[in-house]
């Protein structure tokens, strides 16, 4: 009897925990994020670290192109995040994935002048330790280095790079997220363009 009733204490602490459990994921992902000045996003979560800067995409909104500089690691074991874990969702409500490669391939004639004025107004991304840099991987510029299908994060880097979506119907001005699909949460993290 007494082994019964244990048994049936331990399903309730389980069913509990998985319940709590539960709730604790279902937090509004916004709330890891703090504003680290005007054009900086710093979003600090259980299983990643990412900081934005959407300085270009804030003062030069123009073209089909959104671009965003980005600085990621992981909290705690390595994590790899496929590029297609990597969207934006425009203030109209569309989610638009990460462009491809060839996606960035075709539309780089147009990008040309764009990327240059980025590096040039290009923030400094130095939020998180230890400072091991490294590529994040996704896109290739002049057909030099190489093109990942997914970013590796481990807590021993910091992985440095542009993120590209290609948007048909242009910039739009107003309040976007970037959306990281993880295996277990979603990271969401607030921008105004």
């Avoid at 925990?17 to 539960?22: D, E, K, Y």
């Avoid at 003062?59 to 705690?76: F, I, K, N, R, V």
């Avoid at 390595?78 to 969207?87: D, G, K, L, Q, Y």
């Avoid at 990942?148 to 242009?170: A, E, I, K, M, T």
Wanted: aromatic share 12%; glycine share 8%.
């Amino acid at each position: 009897m007494r082994v019964n009733f244990l048994r049936g204490t331990g399903a309730t602490v389980a069913a509990l925990g998985a319940l709590f459990g539960t709730a604790a994921q279902a937090e509004t992902p916004a709330s890891h994020v703090t504003d680290a000045g005007t054009t900086i996003a710093v979003y600090q979560g259980p299983r990643v670290q990412v900081a934005i800067s959407d300085r270009y995409a804030r003062y030069y909104p123009e073209g089909q192109w959104l671009m965003l500089d980005t600085e990621m690691s992981a909290t705690g074991g390595p994590i790899s995040i496929p590029r297609s874990a990597i969207t934006v969702r425009t203030p109209s409500g569309k989610v638009i994935p990460l462009a491809t490669q060839q996606e960035f391939e075709q539309g780089y004639p147009e990008l040309v002048s764009p990327i240059r004025q980025a590096d040039f107004f290009k923030e400094h991304l130095g939020y998180f330790l230890p400072e091991h840099v490294r590529p994040l991987h996704l896109f290739r510029l002049h057909g030099v280095g190489w093109v990942w299908p997914s970013v590796l994060l481990d807590p021993f880097h910091n992985c440095y790079g542009r993120l590209y979506f290609h948007l048909p119907n242009g910039v739009e001005k107003g309040r976007y997220e970037l959306l990281i699909q993880l295996p277990k949460n979603e990271v969401v993290i607030p921008f105004t363009v």
